[in-house]
């Protein structure tokens, strides 16, 4: 899922320090689950604001509404009532859902409440790790499932470095060295010989391949 975090609320305010009335939009996908985005976050935000603006004698109305995904077209539609009378949108979402709302409400300022960090899983309650660097070519199938792009501080594809020790990492001995856990795992499995087969040189030009990526499901494409 996408991982995200809330920018300071000095900074939001900023932002929209010449509103009058602003609309805070969550969304109840990724930035849900990492406490970022979701209606409790919204709603504590907006009374935060509320809070802030009134100290500085210039009271701020708030309006708020959670989207189930605000990276879905059709799911922010329903905002376009609540939009019409309101001098800005605060979007509590990834960096993809305020571009989202920007498009659809071209005469509204549209401003980010969230920092987008990574793409990640939860490790534990409230703790979530970087898993996916999003390269386009995913070589899982030939480490174990263990991602050496982003896992491996140096982004290493052929094997540990020097720095390695101990099966830790040389940036810290609470980073696991992700070739240890590559090859524990391959050894494991019985399958060490994949890592001696010769690789052809990675793909990276479909990591960014001249512009922004786009997917296509031909199956399910109408008209």
Not at 19 to 47: D, I, M, P, S
Request: charged share 25%; aromatic share 4%.
């Amino acid at each position: 899922m996408i991982v995200a975090q809330q920018k300071n609320i000095k900074d939001i305010a900023e932002m929209v320090a010449d509103a009058q009335k602003v609309l805070l939009a969550g969304c109840a996908g990724c930035v849900t689950v990492c406490l970022a985005g979701g209606e409790k976050e919204t709603e504590v935000l907006a009374a935060a604001l509320r809070i802030m603006r009134k100290l500085q004698g210039n009271p701020l109305e708030t309006v708020t509404y959670v989207a189930t995904r605000q990276c879905d077209p059709e799911y922010i539609e329903a905002m376009d009532g609540l939009v019409k009378d309101v001098d800005a949108v605060i979007s509590l979402a990834c960096g993809v859902g305020v571009q989202y709302l920007a498009e659809r409400f071209k005469d509204k300022w549209v401003v980010p409440a969230l920092d987008t960090k990574f793409v990640g899983g939860a490790v534990k309650h409230g703790v979530w790790e970087e898993r996916c660097g999003l390269c386009g070519d995913c070589v899982l199938h030939r480490t174990g499932g263990i991602c050496p792009i982003i896992r491996c501080s140096k982004s290493i594809l052929n094997g540990p470095c020097g720095g390695s020790q101990n099966g830790k990492c040389e940036i810290s001995k609470d980073v696991d060295c992700a070739w240890q856990l590559i090859y524990d795992r391959m050894k494991a499995l019985g399958k060490l010989d994949k890592l001696m087969e010769i690789q052809m040189p990675k793909d990276w030009s479909k990591a960014r391949d001249g512009g922004p990526r786009r997917a296509i499901r031909e199956d399910v494409i109408i008209g």
